[in-house]
């Protein structure tokens, strides 16, 4: 494995060295401020990258697979395509948890799904690079220990970095992360056996911090038919505002909609959608498949814990704790596993 | 890479309307590249997502057969904000199509078979597809006895009259006309809901497979009647039409339990939805 020691200040010139190198561009993604709030920015050489956060509110989907997105324009008629922007992506700084959604996301826009591949996905995709930053304090509502992920896990991550104080240590984990490190190498130093133990114990600290629950056997257990009414009564205080879907790093529902201007040319929009909205699913003939907040939020829980186990292998929740975090009725996803495990 | 959300080129070449009301209507549309029309490859049962831009997208029913060659057909009910500016189109206008998408009825299992249709109301679009693509000179030897039993409220609301004609006076398919009740127009056909008919045509389930679309009720009273003829759960074959929007298994809307309709379906037989019903 490459690994690599580099000076909070160094990161910040290397980065600034990137936006454009080799003729390439680079778009480049790093945890800063804006108004008091940790939001992940496209970084310029002015903007101070910021390290003491939790994580950020938003998910990083957003940079693959955005809120809003043109698929296509048309003018007298006729579809032209929109290309997605070329260019490499760096993303730096995102919890390795967040980086995991990605594999998940990968599947979903991916041609082994469905037999289509999704070209806008993908084509920002397969030029990105991810560098994840191991948690050192994790926030309340985390739990992805419970879910194979970790504060340091490496799973979508092309380099771990791990926040030592005034030092990064970065570790390779992909042949994308290694070429990362091999072309930067001049810059990196070699780390030792006090960086290691920095690392060991920031990790150990962050590990029991996090909250556990069980998933053992929940694929099984959710083949069981829950009645109505524990639907009902879970979701008794849910407003089906659709925070929990919009902010979950793995949830991929979006919808389709044409925008025209008065000379009759536009675009074909995508937008992220929610599950947890009526009209997702109404029929035109008025029929709704999931017409009640309980069947809705059935969805989503089966969605991530039976369903896509099923098709993708996958359970499709990192334990990223947003949507504990979130709710404003605080509906704690973790309190509905323990409800399902019988606890 | 080939762009699944990018629609082709197509141009409405001929609307008819099919029924009294006129809310429904044939749509022959023709794509404008060749090589667009060659990629076209569909089986009956499938569908296509049609686009007017500026309006949006419906997932629709592919009508015509495979054996018709050079264009489709869509028929079309006036629902919403598509469908109704398609209703409001002229012949001429340009559009867009996407597909075809979904499985399709399961062709391969129907070889050497009895083929039994049921249908009520507007849903006999892919139905007419499946009987045009099955009454083809270089088809019909692959099916045994074709029974058809179609019905709707009132003789001006059969879709495909020519279509219709030509089939009663067929050796090759015996099919059955049914109106919900009595009509004031002359009518030769029968009388009686849909399922109830079945009960008298009562098609053999030796060997046979049913074809059923149609509105919620007419499935929910027709699928017993089929089940007390002998017919296996796996060999009653029912079309979905859940919403849809990207139809390719990404926009996750139109699932039942972990299938989509869009990719998994819209063709499931009788014993794989009562599985995924309770998921
Ligand atoms: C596989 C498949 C095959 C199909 N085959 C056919 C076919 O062969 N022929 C056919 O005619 N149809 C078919 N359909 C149905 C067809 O897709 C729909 O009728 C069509 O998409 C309606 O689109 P629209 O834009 O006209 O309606 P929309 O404008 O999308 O409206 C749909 C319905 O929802 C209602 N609605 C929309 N927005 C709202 C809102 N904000 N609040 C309340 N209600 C609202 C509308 O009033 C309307 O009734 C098929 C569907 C599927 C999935
Ligand atoms: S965030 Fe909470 S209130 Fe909003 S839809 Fe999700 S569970 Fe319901
Ligand atoms: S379901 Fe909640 S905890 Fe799980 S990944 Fe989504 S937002 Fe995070
Ligand atoms: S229509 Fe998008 S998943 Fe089926």
Redesign the interface.
């Known amino acids: 494995m490459k690994t690599g020691i580099l000076t909070k200040p160094e990161i910040q010139e290397l980065f600034s060295s990137m936006i454009t190198k080799n003729g390439e561009e680079s778009r480049i993604f790093v945890p800063a401020t804006i108004e008091g709030r940790v939001i992940l920015e496209e970084f310029s050489p002015e903007r101070e990258i910021f390290y003491d956060f939790a994580n950020f509110l938003r998910p990083p989907k957003g940079i693959f697979f955005p809120q809003r997105e043109v ?2 324009s ?1 003018e ?4 032209v ?1 929109v290309p997605p922007a070329a260019g490499r992506i760096i993303i730096f700084g995102i919890r390795p948890c967040d980086a995991r959604s990605f594999l998940f996301l990968d599947k ?2 991916s041609a082994g ?8 996905y ?1 084509g920002r995709r397969e030029n990105s690079v991810i560098i994840s930053l191991s948690c050192i304090e994790p926030s309340e509502g985390c739990f992805c220990t419970s879910l194979g992920g970790g504060p340091g896990d490496e799973s979508g991550s092309d380099i771990v970095a791990f926040d030592l104080g005034d030092r990064l240590l970065f570790e390779a984990h992909s042949a994308k992360g290694e070429n990362f490190i091999e072309e930067n190498t001049t810059e990196f130093r070699q780390p030792d056996a006090a960086d290691q133990n920095a690392k060991k114990e920031s990790l150990q600290a962050a590990f029991n911090a996090i909250s556990r629950i069980s998933t053992d056997g929940l694929v099984e257990k959710l083949d069981d ?1 829950f009645s109505d009414s524990f639907w009902e009564e879970i979701t008794a205080t849910c407003l089906g505002c659709g925070v929990c879907t919009y902010l979950c790093p793995t949830c ?7 925008e ?1 201007d008065r000379d ?1 040319t ?1 675009t ?1 929009v995508r937008t992220w ?1 929610s ?1 947890q909205y009526p009209l ?6 008025g ?1 709704n ?1 999931r017409a009640e907040k309980k069947q809705r939020m059935r ?1 989503r829980i ?2 991530k814990f ?2 896509t186990p ?2 993708t292998g996958d359970v499709f929740c990192v334990g990223c704790g947003r949507c504990v975090r979130k709710c404003p009725v605080n509906l704690d996803i973790r309190e509905v596993i323990r409800k399902i495990n019988g606890e | 890479m080939q762009n699944p959300y990018m629609p082709s080129p197509v141009t409405i070449e001929q609307i008819d309307i099919e029924n009294d009301l006129k809310d429904i209507k044939t749509f022959r549309l023709k794509f404008e590249r060749e090589e667009d029309s060659r990629r076209f490859n569909y089986k009956p049962g499938q569908f296509a997502e049609l686009s007017l831009f500026g309006f949006g997208e419906s997932p629709i029913g592919i009508a015509s057969s495979p054996t018709e060659e050079g264009y489709l057909l869509f028929s079309i009910k006036k629902t919403g904000t598509v469908t109704s500016e398609l209703h409001n189109s002229e012949q001429g206008r340009k559009m867009g199509i996407r597909g075809p998408f979904g499985n399709s009825f399961p062709w391969d299992r129907m070889k050497g078979k009895n083929i039994v249709i049921v249908s009520g109301g507007f849903a006999f679009t892919t139905l007419r597809s499946a009987i045009i693509y099955m009454m083809d000179a270089r088809n019909r030897g692959d099916y045994k006895n074709i029974t058809a039993v179609y019905g709707a409220r009132s003789p001006g609301e059969f879709l495909y009259k020519k279509e219709l004609k030509k089939w009663q006076q067929s050796e090759d398919i015996d099919l059955t006309l049914t109106i919900d009740r009595q009509a004031e127009e002359e009518w030769d056909g029968s009388v009686g809901l849909v399922p109830s008919v079945l009960k008298d045509v009562s098609p053999s389930a030796e060997n046979s497979i049913a074809l059923v679309c149609g509105p919620p009720v007419m499935i929910h009273f027709t699928v017993p009647v089929l089940l007390e003829l002998g017919f296996r759960k796996e060999d009653i074959i029912l079309s979905l039409e859940n919403r849809m929007k990207c139809g390719i298994g990404k926009c996750g809307r139109c699932n039942i339990g972990h299938k989509y309709v869009c990719v998994d379906g819209p063709v499931f037989t009788f014993s794989e939805l009562e599985k995924l019903q309770t998921e």
């Open positions: 698929l296509c048309f007298q008629e006729r579809a395509e979903i826009f799904s469905s037999g289509f591949a999704d070209p806008y993908l038919d991929h529902c979006f919808d389709i909609t044409d025209k009759g536009g074909r959608d599950c997702f699913t109404m029929h035109a003939s029929h498949p969805q089966m969605h039976s369903y099923r098709t």
